[in-house]
């Protein structure tokens, strides 16, 4: 499976998230079916979020690239 990639659109004053910064889809099929989406967040790790918090996005494979390279938890 390809990554997937979200960008946050509000996040209700969670710490761990960022409105406008891209963040790394986990699958979590369950969790989709309740509304869910699993990201890994500022902490490094991964959490659900209710998926109105985000849009997904389609990335070039350069910008997917560079994300892999700086930030490790992503690979």
Known sequence: ???QF?????SNGSEDLQTGKVYRVLP???AARDGYIRV??????DYLYPAAYF???ALPKEAEQ???AQIPSLA
């Open 6 to 10: 979200v960008i946050c659109i509000q």
């Open 40 to 45: 890994i967040d500022e902490s490094g790790e």
């Open 28 to 30: 979590d099929e369950s």
């Open 1 to 3: 499976m390809e990554p």
């Open 55 to 57: 849009v997904p996005i």
């Open 66 to 68: 560079a994300l892999f």
